[in-house]
Structure formats: C-alpha cells, structure tokens
C-alpha cells in the first residue's frame, strides 16, 4: 500500500508542477526500489553505490577552481565521467547532496536510494549543469536564485533568491 501511495504522490505532484508551471527540485523524483515500469534505483547496498559514497568526500580543499557558463551557472568538475552524455530530454540517476550559502545541508541522496528524473523537469541549474559531464562523473554546481527556484524559493527549505550548492554524481543516463 505503502508503494501506491507513493506513486499516486509523485503522479499528483507531477500535475501540479506542470499545471502550475513550478520547477520541481530533484528530490521530488526521488525513486523507491522499483517504478512503475519495474525499473529499480540503486541503492546504497549496491557495490557501485558504496564507492560513490566514498568518492563525494573528496576535500573541499582538492578541488579544482570554479568555471562559469554564459548563464551564470558556477561549476567544477570533481570527476570526469566516460559513460554516456546526458541531453535535456534524458532521465538520470544521481546521488546529490544540496546546500545553501550558510553551509546548510537542505537535501542529499546519500544513505538512500540513488534519485532518478527526467533532466528537463529540475530546476535550470541541474539541467545545464549534468550536460557538462558523463555517466560516472562527479560535479559540484553553485545555482544563482534565477537558475534554481528565483525569488519565490521553496519554502520552508530554501529561501527566497537563494543560491544553491550541489555534489551530483551521475550514476546513468536513458
């Protein structure tokens, strides 16, 4: 019962974002351990999983300085990917942890199960942001407030002109 209701959740969620014209966060897609096409997520008891784990420690410190795009959108690449390149129109599955300017910690994937998504239906930041690497790779994104959720924010979470900061590792691309 538990599953339906989750389903029946996001199909709800998912009218009233696009009825409404909201831009719905990646963890609005968040997945349980089979969807409706019986497709499952990883979990973090997956081999793969663990090591990603281990991977988005790496020290702030060892990173690489930050690029920018046209938009605005700040970017560091922690690790290159060699899989598949995603497009607007793909679904990925990422492991992610979101944080504000203060250090607040508003969202993460870690220690659940991976988050897979349509990439055209995230804020703009993701979406411009997981092009610029491949399956397997590891990206940090700062998202000025008119690439993320603007002026009105998303409350309580995340407040008005926000900027958001994210480690996003892309698992898969379809």
């Known amino acids: 019962m538990k599953t339906r209701w989750g389903r029946l959740s996001v199909f709800l969620f998912c009218c009233c974002t696009v009825m409404t014209g909201c831009v719905a966060g990646p963890e609005d897609f968040i997945v349980d351990s089979a969807d409706e096409s019986g497709k499952t997520s990883i979990s973090e008891n997956d081999s793969e999983s663990s090591e990603i784990i281990q ?5 702030m410190e060892d990173r690489p300085a930050f ?5 605005g959108l700040k970017y560091r690449v922690i690790r290159e990917g060699k899989g598949r390149k995603p497009n607007p129109n793909s679904t990925v599955t990422c492991h992610y942890k ?3 300017d203060n250090g607040k ?13 349509p990439l ?4 703009k930041g993701w979406t411009e942001g997981l ?4 399956e397997g790779g590891m990206i940090e994104l700062e998202v000025p407030a008119d690439l993320g959720y603007g002026p009105q924010g998303r409350a309580p979470v995340i407040p008005k002109n926000a900027t958001l900061h994210f480690d996003i590792e892309l698992l898969k691309v379809r």
């Open 120 to 123: 055209n239906g995230v804020v």
């Open 131 to 134: 092009q610029l690497i491949q």
């Open 98 to 100: 979101g944080w504000l």
């Open 67 to 71: 690029k920018s795009t046209a938009s």
């Open 105 to 117: 910690e508003f969202d993460s994937s870690y220690g659940k199960n991976a988050a897979s998504f």
């Open 55 to 59: 991977a988005s420690s790496v020290e």
